[in-house]
């Protein structure tokens, strides 16, 4: 299982500080539910981009003692399966649906077509947490807007608070 936490570090920092990071504790397993300290259980390395940049990162694992499941904590600054920060993946959203795109941006078309196809779902979360103004009719700018109240809510705390709303998590089917 993946869980995220919320870090006031950039990628870069986070890169920077490796396996020396201070990591949660989780006192709850989120496999099980069982109120339990779970244990360090080494690390894995995977690619993050951020802009051009690409930095290999170790992501803190744990193990529970009880059912022996072990969890991912992956840092706010990313989506789970996705090698891109969340700060980037927004920025290509919203470049997808104001800018023309040239053809061979073909992440950012994979990112907006994405996004479109989770767009019931972020309007229902924002209809879950009280918002009960009206949105555009038209596609496109109905998706500007919600990308707009996205960034305003905080990418990283809304792609926390939102999980229940999709299968796995935005931006992942
Ligand atoms: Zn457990």
């Known amino acids: 299982m993946i869980v995220q936490?919320?870090?006031?570090?950039s990628l870069e920092q986070y890169a920077e500080l490796g396996k020396k990071n201070n990591f949660p504790e989780l006192q709850r397993c989120p496999s099980c539910r069982g109120v339990?300290?779970?244990?360090?259980?080494?690390?894995y390395w995977r690619n993050a981009i951020e802009g051009e940049q690409e930095y290999r990162i170790p992501i803190c694992r744990?193990?529970?003692p009880s059912c022996e499941k072990t969890t991912s904590l992956l840092p706010s600054f990313l989506i789970p399966y996705f090698q891109h920060t969340l700060?980037?993946?927004?920025?290509?959203?919203?470049?997808?649906?104001?800018?023309?795109?040239?053809?061979?941006?073909?992440?950012?078309?994979f990112y907006r077509r994405r996004y479109f196809q989770q767009l019931k779902q972020v309007e229902m979360f924002f209809r879950a947490e009280g918002f009960r103004g009206r949105l555009p009719g038209e596609p496109k700018e109905k998706a500007i807007k919600l990308l707009e109240m996205i960034r305003a809510f905080g990418e990283?705390?809304?792609?926390?608070?939102?999980?229940g709303h999709f299968t796995t998590n935005f931006m992942a089917l």
């Open 5 to 9: 936490y919320e870090v006031d570090q």
């Open 36 to 43: 339990v300290r779970l244990k360090r259980h080494g690390f």
């Open 62 to 64: 744990i193990k529970c």
């Open 87 to 109: 700060g980037h993946v927004v920025v290509d959203i919203h470049k997808g649906l104001t800018e023309s795109v040239d053809q061979y941006r073909q992440r950012i078309q």
């Open 156 to 163: 990283a705390t809304f792609v926390r608070r939102s999980t």
